[in-house]
T-cell receptor, first 114, second 112 residues
Framework: NAGVTQTPKFQVLKTGQSMTLQCAQD?????MSWYRQDPGMGLRLIHY???????DQGEVPNGYNVSRSTTEDFPLRLLSAAPSQTSVYFC?????????????FGQGTRLTVV | AQSVAQPEDQVNVAEGNPLTVKCTYS??????LFWYVQYPNRGLQFLLK??????LVKGSYGFEAEFNKSQTSFHLKKPSALVSDSALYFC??????????FGDGTTLTVKP
């Protein structure tokens, strides 16, 4: 029972490089989202998707792109990495986007931009 | 402004003692509130949620939370803390737009 799987677990990028953080879930969840976690700032929503083909911006979307071509996958793309994007990134999914639905989180990707 | 807040960055408690991790909210209407726990190098795990009804909600690992509308609080509690409860705890809520917002987190340290 895999749940939410994120790859890679660790990544070091040079400023200006691009990369894609992968997220896959096997629970047939409609709703998926990306967060970044920074010390003292909790989790901040980057982008989210309420279903395949539908994405929207969260609280801190600048510098990130997403797409949702399938129910299972929700990759996060950094187009030109900056040191300010050094963070731990979490992907989450939930059965739907109802107010009373809890989220399932991946184990995170620790990204360092030098 | 945050709609949920965790007023304490750090909580320290001795093993066997009761623990409380505080959360307050500022939401009009029904506040759908959640508690999650994050162990080192892991993602968040759902503990419990308040939707409506009973003000005392029971969750995983012996945790419970008390919803108090007059004090706009949703504190996480456990009668007897374990060293293994040491972790980072987040209070959160879902908005009607399907987004989740979280407090800044509280680090719980349980000492033997």
């Amino acid at each position: 029972n895999a749940g939410v799987t994120q790859t890679p677990k660790f990544q070091v990028l040079k400023t200006g490089q691009s990369m894609t953080l992968q997220c896959a879930q096997d629970m047939n969840h409609e709703y998926m989202s990306w967060y970044r976690q920074d010390p003292g700032m909790g989790l901040r929503l980057i982008h989210y998707s309420v279903g395949a083909g539908i994405t929207d911006q969260g609280e801190v979307p600048n510098g990130y792109n997403v797409s949702r071509s399938t129910t299972e996958d929700f990759p996060l793309r950094l187009l030109s990495a900056a040191p300010s994007q050094t963070s731990v990134y979490f992907c989450a999914s939930s059965y739907d986007w109802g107010q009373y639905t809890e989220a399932f989180f991946g184990q995170g990707t620790r990204l360092t931009v030098v | 402004a945050q709609s949920v807040a965790q007023p304490e960055d750090q909580v320290n408690v001795a093993e066997g003692n009761p623990l409380t991790v505080k959360c307050t909210y500022s939401v009009s209407g029904n506040p759908y509130l959640f508690w999650y726990v994050q162990y080192p190098n892991r993602g968040l795990q759902f503990l419990l949620k308040y939707i409506t009804g009973d003000n005392l909600v029971k969750g995983s690992y012996g945790f419970e939370a008390e919803f108090n509308k007059s004090q706009t609080s949703f504190h996480l509690k456990k009668p007897s803390a374990l060293v293994s409860d040491s972790a980072l705890y987040f209070c959160g809520r879902n908005t009607n737009a399907g987004k989740s917002t979280f407090g800044d987190g509280t680090t719980l340290t349980v000492k033997p």
